[in-house]
């Protein structure tokens, strides 16, 4: 599985961004993806995930309401739509992939678990 991820970029607080993943991978691959971020001099940490089905999304609760994790199928493509920026979403954003078939009782909030990854794209938002 390979995962490109694009459409960071600067934007004001409260504006908004879509990031795009594109994966490359085989036609009976089954992978729930996920995208992380990383602001400088802190850990990862988990943003939002979608199942392999669709049937269920997960976010982060400082995400939550504000940003929206959706699929093109035609297109393999995940994206990150991002609303109502804050400073504090400055980061590093990755998409990643985990392979499973469950919608639920994984942890998808866990970078551990995910096998693949793209490189990060920026996000800077300024106030």
């Known amino acids: 599985v390979q995962l490109q991820a694009f459409g960071g970029g600067s934007v004001q607080a409260g504006g908004s961004l879509r990031l795009s993943c594109a994966a490359s991978?085989?036609?009976?691959?089954?992978?729930?993806k996920g995208w992380f971020r990383q602001a400088p001099g802190k850990q990862r940490e988990f943003v939002a995930a979608r199942s392999w089905s669709g049937a269920r999304t997960y976010y982060a609760d400082s995400v939550k309401g504000r940003f929206t994790i959706s699929k093109d199928n035609a297109k393999n493509t995940v994206y990150l739509q991002m609303s109502s920026l804050k400073p504090e979403d400055t980061a590093v954003y990755y998409c990643?992939?985990?392979?499973?078939?469950?919608?639920?009782?994984?942890?998808?909030?866990?970078?551990?678990?995910?096998?693949?990854w793209g490189r990060g794209t920026q996000v800077t938002v300024s106030s």
């Open positions: 990643a992939a985990m392979n499973t078939l469950l919608d639920y009782g994984v942890d998808f909030q866990s970078d551990r678990l995910y096998s693949y």
């Open positions: 991978e085989r036609p009976d691959s089954i992978t729930a």
